[in-house]
């Protein structure tokens, strides 16, 4: 019974780090960053899932460069 459990837990793992990276790529194409700059943070997101996500939470500046919406 052990086993199954850990054997299924990967897939959890695997599945919260995606939906992170979705979020993280999503975030930094909605913000107010140079096209260069999205385009880093997506590629390294997108090809070190974990790594880029510990990267762009702690080295992107993200309250400064999130997209703000004002009141029509």
């Known amino acids: 019974m ?7 837990s ?3 793992v ?3 780090v995606l939906i992170l990276d979705l979020i993280v790529i ?3 194409m ?9 385009l880093g943070w997506s590629l390294l997101v997108f090809f070190f899932p974990v790594v880029g996500l ?3 939470f702690l080295l ?9 919406y ?3």
């Open 26 to 28: 999503f975030e930094v």
């Open 70 to 72: 004002e009141a029509i």
């Open 30 to 38: 909605n913000s107010n960053r140079e096209i260069t700059g999205k």
């Open 60 to 68: 992107s500046g993200r309250a400064e460069h999130n997209a703000r």
């Open 54 to 56: 510990i990267l762009y």
């Open 2 to 8: 052990l086993h199954n459990m850990l054997s299924y």
């Open 10 to 12: 990967g897939g959890v």
């Open 14 to 16: 695997g599945l919260i």
